[in-house]
């Protein structure tokens, strides 16, 4: 990726690539800021609606792991903590980082943290960050970035998590299918060219769409392999999605997940 347009976030990640060489740890972006990249970055197209907010998931074995993290970033790199939030910082030109833990860290799903409500709900991102791709800037330094399904996974739970605050998460998800098929044209080609005969061509629109839904819902079927409980979560999500008649690609996702 040689130009994402974004040049007033590079201080950022070059503060967190170098708190990965010196912790050993690897991070991964996530949230609405992943779908920009692979829109933006990638394709060269416009979102339709930016994100300055950078989400960072980290696996983290204990608190201490967490801290160390922290305690980089402020001594070594003048980030600054955000008042009254747990996971928080402030960097270079005062954009927000999120601090997101997962792994041994957590229990059922959630990472108790100081606080109130300090329950941080992580279902969805260890199986979403293992197929996290490796995205280069500049050739300079690399990092991990949710790839379409990982996103469209933790959006639907973000969404039914707090369905009366999290509508932006279902435009997100539209608008990252819209683009999927131009995106993965040539591994449709290739390797899941059976989905080319199961919608009509003829449908110029609807055609790309609900191909590239479909294998977004096949990847992460392919996520879900090993936590049966959650697949069958996000299958019962797309299905309260569509018999509320709510407007996106519920049913060709739904379909590649159950495949």
């Keep these: 990726m040689d130009d994402w347009g974004r040049s007033y976030l590079r201080p950022h990640f070059q503060a967190l690539n170098r708190a990965q060489q010196a912790l050993g740890c690897s991070f991964c972006l996530v949230g609405a800021l992943a779908k920009d990249l692979w829109i933006e970055g990638?394709?060269?197209?416009?979102?339709?609606?930016?994100?300055?907010?950078i989400d960072i998931a980290f696996l983290a074995i204990d608190y201490a792991a967490r801290q160390k993290v922290i305690d980089y970033l402020t001594k070594s790199e003048g980030f600054r903590l955000v008042p009254n939030s747990q996971v928080g910082l402030l960097g270079p030109n005062?954009?927000?980082?999120?601090?997101?833990?997962?792994?041994?860290?957590?229990?059922n799903g959630f990472v108790q943290l100081p606080g109130k409500n300090g329950d941080l709900p992580v279902h969805g991102f260890e199986e979403a960050c293992k197929s996290a791709d490796l995205v280069f800037w500049d050739n300079q330094f690399a990092f991990q970035v949710l790839n379409p399904p990982g996103i469209v996974l933790l959006k639907l739970i973000s969404f039914d998590d707090r369905p009366d605050r999290r509508g932006h998460d279902l435009s997100d998800i539209r608008e990252l299918a819209t683009h999927y098929f131009e995106l993965v044209s040539e591994s449709i080609y290739d390797v899941h060219h059976d989905l080319l005969l199961l919608y009509d061509e003829n449908d110029l629109h609807g055609y790309p769409l609900k191909i590239g839904s479909h294998l977004i819902g096949r990847k992460m079927a392919g996520l879900l392999l090993r936590n049966l409980p959650l697949k069958h979560?996000?299958?019962?999500?797309?299905?309260?999605?569509?018999?509320?008649?709510?407007?996106?690609?519920w049913s060709a996702i739904l379909t590649g997940l159950m495949e």
């Design 94 to 107: 005062n954009y927000r980082l999120d601090l997101l833990p997962f792994g041994p860290i957590e229990e």
């Design 233 to 249: 979560r996000v299958q019962g999500i797309l299905r309260r999605l569509m018999d509320q008649k709510r407007n996106g690609p």
């Design 42 to 53: 990638i394709l060269q197209k416009h979102p339709s609606r930016l994100t300055k907010d």
